[in-house]
């Protein structure tokens, strides 16, 4: 397509070049077309490491290099067999490392696609949600405070609105946009003042714009090159554990030098020990720990989006486990964004509202009386702000509704934007009011869009040229601050101090009853443009009524509050609402909302950042706060010693979420810009997807746990064997192909299935594990020290014992030492499902993976040991009864006693301790 000086066009021009249509955009078959055309709305990334190079690179561990080196010379020397059984064992190991890292690989690139940006674009007339993606040129995009604008665009509508646009140009101030403007040719990226850019951010305001270059052709893709974003940084236990397998390839090392130099040293051949010492190093080095633990990471991620938590930075997963506190939004997040406006005062009459939902159907009573709104005319004003300040729209089925398209279906009706809107605009439309109608009679001229800061809205309705209304909604003590007159009666008198005192009493009652409440005002401007950028305009306005307004708790919200409380994690409630209101609430959900445990945002002001965290600890909720508000909170729990958790959906509350240890943005209203400050983001809004994610983040870091707890025990169980016989003087008591295959069944499958076990039933009554405790806290380093001291004692009494018994028989002793390893260590992995409950108490059944892969494993070893083929490769010979009898007492020792307590000696204790009381 030809490329246009866009900022030269009017908006019809640019919108005739492009073939679109300003009210109904794009059609869809239109843009496919141009999507397969122009290729997808995206910044050209570096290729990913293909399949290929991922199996490849299972081979570049130095100690595997040396194996294949070590084979090959033993193949030159004649041990044929063996060369290619190592060389088969070596690749199936690749194999299971090239599917635990492709795995990993293939979960994170679905974590980004979930985690891709969306627009809302207007397409065949209708507004849609769409990833950016999937933006073409031609396509009418709509922007909205908070947005980051998802390619190049030649503005058609602008209400305030305002872009931050340092990235492109430098300018740190944000620049107010016009669309009506037409700039010169060689206008700067700067000045540009009718487009927006890829990338920028929209800090103020609404608009509408027309797509006019995608991916590459934006100003943003011609500097893609200085903006590449380097590879994912390991997390911190990932760096942790990396340290810790390198002081481990070292100890194991000089380990296994001892052992060759040893065996080397008592006549053993020299090439039969340099491959036994280099067998033992690739089983003992715990080559599979980082991949292992990235599959852990990536499996409980993928659990965590079935859950509706979405993790955009893998960190966060550890820190989840130590979270302490929970911030959390009321509106949306502990209730369930669904508001309903159920009582009004409009002038002096109190009425109620019937109806629930979306569906524009219910009555106004006053004292059980119907109330017609047009003979009352507080209330039908008040019913008329509601309609016109106001950016929510009604849908059914997909389609905007006007007033002449009504529904008898319930549940049909949905609602898209602010939900506190949306319930004003429902409860007009219950009177017959509707914006579309009134505004074919007039338009909005101006809009002073809602800010946390001054908390309220207002826009301006009439005809250019002649007198105009200024309509006004906001927090009730704001809005009667701007008042100096009220409607009583269909008469404007004076808004005396016993009225604004009879008002804050009515707010007053109806916030104590968990209602939200809204105040509503307005007043007549003359004509000619009004003066909104000065602000003077919202001043003198004639007081109308209140609007209040339910949000009820969600259900899960309450358990998980519960849930979290059980955990050790304190619940916060912050919210912009009355105090009232949110003691109300806070009951409801039972958080703790007594004396000295609430607090404002006026109060908050008035302390200094030592004084709050002295006072924040006490502190459950905050009531009528500002973004700005969020921070200090942060700040101050995080300096009293607390892991933060903090919900944010506005762009004021990124800085709030960037600071806290859990940054958690809304999936449904959150801004662009609070998701990228965010480590989580909550695809349904929802607390208790906060709290099931911190089960999620507690249950990965324990299945981290349980696989270092059985590779290393495993290994140092290995290494013991060989060290203390070859210390002892009795001849090996594995052959290197043995090693090898040990390390295959024991350190492949069981190991992966113990990566998606199922979490601890009191997982969630712990306290919070702290962040400083090491991957060995809690008597770990002990449980893997001194299991891996029974398997490698048990394993060499055993190969001691079938020596004597055998009267010295090599290959039966071998044979049985190689079935107790491998058995000891899957008996081992049982017990690694738990570090405080056995695997009778949780059940066998509990992980049928874990259960297909020992099985899998104790097969292969029985095939190992029975089939001709293999026994003359492993060098095996078959077993009897009696001597699997001595394997399985010595292998499941520890196991079969645990059974015996738990099925025998504990309903015997119990019998009798419940006879002698």
């Keep these: 397509m030809q490329k246009h000086r866009w900022h030269c066009l009017f908006p019809d021009q640019a919108l005739e070049i492009l073939g679109s249509d300003y009210k109904k955009g794009l059609s869809a078959r239109v843009a496919e077309q141009r999507l397969q055309h122009f290729g997808p709305n995206q910044l050209e990334q570096h290729r990913g490491i ?39 064992i070596v690749v199936f190991n690749a194999v299971l490392g090239f599917v635990q890292e492709y795995k990993a690989e293939k979960s994170m690139e679905a974590l980004q696609r979930i985690t891709a ?160 010492g280099v067998s033992l190093a690739v089983a003992a080095i715990p080559e599979g720990l980082p991949a292992i633990v990235t599959v852990s990471l990536a499996i409980g991620v993928q659990k965590m989006i079935r859950r509706k938590a979405i993790i955009r930075k893998l960190p966060a997963v550890e820190t989840l486990g130590c979270a302490t506190v929970i911030c959390s939004d009321k509106t949306g997040t502990l209730t369930q964004n669904e508001m309903t406006v159920t009582r009004i005062l409009a002038g002096d009459r109190f009425l109620e509202v019937t109806g629930k939902g979306f569906a524009p159907r219910g009555e106004f009573l006053e004292q059980g009386k119907l109330v017609v709104p047009g003979e009352d005319r507080s209330l039908e004003i008040l019913l008329t702000i509601s309609a016109l300040c106001n950016n929510a729209r009604l849908k059914r089925s997909g389609m905007a509704i006007s007033g002449l398209f009504r529904s008898k279906k319930e549940d049909s009706w949905q609602l898209t934007g602010d939900p506190t809107e949306g319930a004003l605009l429902v409860a007009a439309a219950k009177a017959g009011i509707w914006r579309d109608s009134v505004e074919k009679e007039i338009g909005r001229l101006e809009e002073l869009p809602f800010d946390s800061e001054r908390k309220r809205m207002s826009v301006i309705y009439g005809k250019p040229g002649q007198s105009a209304w200024l309509y006004t909604k906001g927090a009730p003590d704001v809005i009667l601050s701007l008042c100096d007159r009220i409607l009583l009666n269909n008469r404007v008198i004076s808004l005396s101090p016993e009225l604004r005192q009879k008002i804050s009493l009515v707010n ?57 409380r059980q955990a050790g994690i304190k619940t916060v409630m912050i919210t912009g609402d009355h105090p ?20 404002t945002g006026m109060e908050l002001d008035h302390l200094s950042d030592n004084k709050l965290a002295e006072r924040v600890e006490d502190i459950t909720v905050f009531a009528r706060v500002s973004p700005k508000h969020k921070l200090r909170i942060v700040k101050a729990l995080k300096s009293c010693g607390h892991i933060v ?84 003087g009795f001849p090996i008591p594995l052959l290197p192909i043995q090693i090898l295959w040990v390390n295959l069944v024991t350190d492949g499958l069981p190991a992966m299935a113990l990566a998606v076990d199922k979490a601890d039933p009191d997982v969630m009554q712990r306290r919070p594990r702290k962040p400083q405790d090491s991957i060995f806290a809690q008597g770990l380093g002990w449980k893997i020290l001194s299991r891996g001291v029974y398997i490698g004692a048990g394993t060499s009494l055993v190969f001691l014992a079938a020596l004597f018994l055998s009267n010295g028989d090599l290959a039966v002793a071998r044979t049985m030492a190689f079935c107790t390893l491998v058995f000891s260590q899957l008996f081992h992995v049982f017990d690694c499902k738990s570090e405080k409950y056995s695997v009778f108490q949780l059940g066998f059944f509990s992980n049928p993976y ?62 009798f301790v419940y006879l002698r009381a």
């Design 50 to 88: 293909s399949p290929w190079q991922v199996f490849v690179n299972q081979f570049k561990n130095f100690m595997v290099v040396v194996l294949l080196a070590a084979t090959a010379i033993s193949g030159f020397m004649g041990e044929v067999a063996d060369a290619i059984t190592i060389m088969i």
């Design 508 to 564: 007053e009652e109806l916030a104590a009853g968990a209602l939200r409440v809204l105040g509503m005002a307005y007043k007549t401007l003359p004509a000619g443009k009004p003066d909104s950028e000065a602000l003077q305009v919202e001043r003198d306005l004639v007081f109308v009524g209140l609007a209040g307004m339910i949000d009820p708790p969600r259900p899960a919200a309450v358990k998980a509050v519960e849930h979290s």
């Design 117 to 276: 940006p969306e627009a809302f674009v207007l397409r065949d007339g209708l507004e849609l949600s769409v990833p950016a993606s999937s933006l073409v040129p031609g396509d009418i995009i709509i922007l909205d405070t908070g947005n980051r604008v998802p390619a190049d665009a030649r503005l058609l509508e602008t209400i305030s609105l305002e872009v931050e646009e340092s990235m492109l140009t430098g300018e740190s101030l944000p620049v107010r946009k016009q669309y009506e403007l037409l700039l010169a040719e060689n206008a700067g990226l700067g000045d540009r003042r009718n487009m927006v850019f890829m990338g920028t951010v929209v800090t103020r305001g609404r608009g509408k714009a027309l797509v006019v270059a995608t991916a590459m052709a934006t100003e943003m893709g011609q500097i893609f090159g200085l903006l590449q974003q380097t590879a994912n940084e390991p997390t911190p236990l990932q760096r942790r554990l990396d340290h810790l397998g390198r002081w481990l390839v070292g100890l194991c090392l000089a380990i296994c030098g001892i052992v060759v130099m040893t065996g080397v040293f008592r006549g053993e051949p020299p090439y039969q020990m340099f491959l036994a």
């Design 645 to 728: 958790a903090m919900t944010g959906d506005g762009i004021n509350d990124a800085p709030a979420v960037k600071e806290a240890d859990i940054g958690v943005a809304m999936g449904k209203t959150g801004t662009d810009v609070t998701k990228e400050a965010s480590a989580m983001v909550l695809a349904d809004d929802n607390f208790a997807t906060i709290a099931a994610a911190v089960e999620e983040g507690r249950a990965i870091y324990d299945n981290i746990r349980k696989f270092i707890r059985y590779l290393l025990s495993c290994n140092t169980g290995e290494v013991l064997t060989m060290f203390l016989i070859t210390l002892l």
């Design 580 to 599: 009232l209101t949110a003691r109300a609430i806070a009951r409801e959900l039972s958080v703790p909302a007594g004396p000295g445990q609430v607090m």
């Design 850 to 911: 874990l259960l297909a892969a020992v099985a899998c494993s104790v097969t292969m070893q029985l095939a190992v040991v029975y089939w001709p083929v293999f026994q003359s490769i492993f060098n095996t010979v078959p077993l009897n009864a009696f001597q699997w009898g001595l394997i399985l007492l010595v292998a499941g020792g520890s196991t079969i006693f645990k059974g015996l307590v738990y099925y025998i000696l504990t309903p015997v204790m119990r019998r």
